[in-house]
C-alpha cells in the first residue's frame, strides 16, 4: 500500500542526494553512491532531483525515494516540480513518492495548484505527494488539497520568508505547522546538526531530511573554514 513509505520513515531520517549542474558531484552516479552510503549509515528514505538521479538511485539501493524535478521557469518562482511536465518525467522511474512547490506563487503552465493536483491524483492515484511549503498557511492549503504529508522545506526560500530558519524562536514554524495539519509533517531546511534533526523529532515532526550537512562537502567544508576564520 501507498501508505507503507510513511510508516516505515517515521521517526527516522531522509538524505536529500542533491548535486546542482554547478555543482562539483553533479552525476547521477556519483548521487548514487551518495545514496549508498546514506542507506549503510542508516536513512530510511532518500530525496533526489531529477529522473537520471532518481532512476539510477533507486538501481542501487532498495529504499523508497522522494523524487523531485527542479527547473526554472520565466514568470514563476515556482522550480520544484513545478508542472505536470516534471510530474510525468519522474514518474518513468515510479518512485513511491514525489515532492513539489506547494507555496501560493504562480505556477508556470495551465494548472495552478489545486488543478495540478487533482490531474496528477487522476494520472498517478497510487503515488504519495508530498507538499513543500515555506508558510503555515500554505501548509493548511496543501492538507485541504489531499497531500500525503507536508515538508517545511521552502521556509526561509521563499520572498516571504526569506532569512528565516527552521530553528527560528525554538522552531516556532515547525511547531505551528503540526499543530495546523493532520497529515505527516515532515521537517527539512538547513537541518544542519543530529541535535537539530533530534529536536524536530521531540516536537512531532514524522520525519526529518537532511541534506547539505551530510552530502554537499563543499558547504560542509565552508562551515569548517569560516569558523577555523574566525579571530581567537
Known amino acids: 500500500m501507498k501508505a507503507d513509505m510513511l510508516v516505515k520513515v517515521k521517526g527516522k531520517l531522509i538524505v536529500s542526494c542533491q548535486a546542482l549542474e554547478n555543482e562539483p558531484l553533479h552525476s547521477a552516479w556519483i548521487m548514487s553512491r551518495m545514496a549508498a552510503a546514506a542507506a549503510e549509515g542508516g536513512a530510511a528514505a532518500i530525496r533526489a532531483n531529477s529522473l537520471p538521479d532518481v532512476q539510477q538511485i533507486m538501481e542501487t539501493i532498495d529504499l523508497p525515494v522522494i523524487a523531485i524535478c527542479k527547473r526554472d521557469y520565466d514568470g514563476s518562482e515556482v522550480f520544484i516540480t513545478a508542472t505536470l511536465r516534471e510530474v510525468d518525467e519522474l514518474m518513468a522511474a515510479k518512485p513511491t513518492m514525489i515532492a513539489m512547490d506547494a507555496t501560493a506563487h504562480l505556477r508556470p503552465g495551465d494548472l495552478q495548484l489545486p488543478e495540478l493536483v487533482a490531474a496528477i491524483r487522476e494520472r498517478y492515484p497510487e503515488l504519495l505527494l508530498m507538499a513543500d511549503i515555506a508558510t503555515v498557511e500554505e501548509a493548511r492549503c496543501a492538507a485541504s488539497l489531499g497531500f500525503d504529508g507536508v515538508g ?81
Open 152 to 232: 517545511t522545506t521552502l521556509h526561509g526560500y521563499t520572498r516571504e520568508t526569506e532569512g528565516k530558519c527552521l530553528a527560528d524562536n525554538d522552531y516556532a514554524i515547525l511547531r505551528e505547522v503540526i499543530e495546523a495539519v493532520k497529515v505527516p509533517v515532515i521537517a527539512e531546511g538547513n537541518v544542519a546538526t543530529p541535535e537539530m534533526a533530534a529536536d524536530c523529532l521531540k516536537i512531532g515532526a514524522h520525519a526529518v531530511v537532511v541534506g547539505g550537512a551530510i552530502t554537499r562537502p563543499q558547504q560542509i567544508t565552508r562551515r569548517f573554514v569560516n569558523a577555523m576564520s574566525l579571530p581567537a
